[in-house]
């Protein structure tokens, strides 16, 4: 069975996709996981660095050329280092990247580096100590900080920092982050808080639009529009120059200005289900196969149903409060 290419029903090409390895992680952030606690899963019930490598193997042959290694954070699980050099082998995979909260970074950007991923994104919500340690629940900032330092030592490019905008908490903190973009070779990723589960659903006074972020940073900084973000797989973030400074800003409006017309993403999470939306419950059970024998045309023939399953878009905005989409929080499907 030979692919050469994954389109959906809106023909749209399905290349890229996203890998949680673990719903573990080492901070407990307010807008990803439930005050309550979460039911972690057991080794026995994710799939296994093999089985992962099996399905990105196949889904390369079909017309895959990007993943992002994500979790819960992906560095808590052991072996990390050594899958990701055995992803790096797969012929045809042309971009591995990595989304991280960057706690474990001052230990291992080295040899992640050596391994072969060099492209990284560092969840970072806060510049102050007391407001980091309120929103991940315990986390030390200058644990983070240790680890940017050590991504741009290690030669990490881009290096991306991820940064959920959320009124009322780090609105106020927006120019400090647009300074660090102006000082330093970094791309400052403003994201938009999205109401999905139970942790974040039925707060819009939460809610701040990306066009509000702009009109601040613009009130100091010139703002370019680059024209080589469309050139990369920056995916659906605008991304503009900061006019006289080293670094990028970045915008992600997922509720203010949906850009699921050129989604081109799959979500594989850590228990083996297949997604083909954030906010869609539909999901196809790919370790259930794995666990049965399935052969290689199975495998594709699942995948396939998948990409298939891919909706035209979500509905999701910012006002409404009764829509809850997700039965699973962000930490169970995967960032």
Not at 196 to 213: A, T, Y
Request: proline share 3%; net charge positive.
């Amino acid at each position: 069975m030979q692919f050469d290419i994954m389109l959906d029903k809106y023909n749209r090409d399905i290349n890229y996709l996203r890998v949680s390895i673990t719903d573990r992680c080492n901070l407990r952030c307010t807008y990803c996981r439930p005050k309550e606690g979460i039911s972690l899963k057991g080794h026995e019930d994710i799939l296994s660095y093999e089985e992962i490598l099996r399905i990105v193997s196949q889904a390369v042959k079909m017309g895959l050329v990007k993943i992002r290694l994500t979790g819960g954070e992906p560095l808590v699980r052991r072996g990390f280092v050594e899958f990701a050099a055995a992803l790096k082998k797969i012929e045809g995979l042309q971009d591995i990247s990595l989304t991280t909260n960057g706690i474990y970074l001052d230990r291992y950007a080295q040899a992640i580096y050596k391994a072969g991923i060099t492209r990284i994104n560092i969840s970072l919500d806060s510049l102050k100590k007391e407001k980091y340690f309120a929103i991940t629940g315990g986390g030390n900032l200058d644990d983070a900080l240790r680890g940017i330092a050590a991504a741009e030592k290690a030669g990490f490019s881009p290096i991306k920092i991820n940064t959920v905008a959320i009124n009322g908490f780090n609105d106020d903190e927006v120019l400090n982050f647009a300074e660090l973009a102006w000082k330093k070779p970094l791309q400052i990723r403003f994201i938009e808080v999205m109401p999905i589960s139970d942790v974040n659903f039925g707060h819009p006074e939460k809610f701040l639009p990306m066009r509000q972020m702009f009109d601040i940073i613009s009130s100091k900084y010139s703002l370019e529009l680059s024209s080589e973000h469309k050139h990369r797989l920056d995916g659906p973030a605008r991304i503009f120059k900061i006019r006289g400074g080293q670094g990028e800003i970045g915008f992600i409006n997922p509720v203010s200005e949906h850009f699921c017309a050129t989604c081109n993403r799959l979500r594989l999470t850590a228990d083996g289900k297949l997604r083909a939306c954030l906010l869609k419950e539909t999901e196809i059970d790919l370790r259930d196969a794995l666990k049965n024998r399935c052969d290689d045309e199975e495998l594709a023939r699942l995948i396939c149903r998948a990409i298939l399953s891919k909706p035209a878009g979500h509905d999701l905005n910012c006002t409404d409060r009764s829509l809850k989409k997700c039965h699973r929080d962000m930490s169970g499907i995967g960032g």
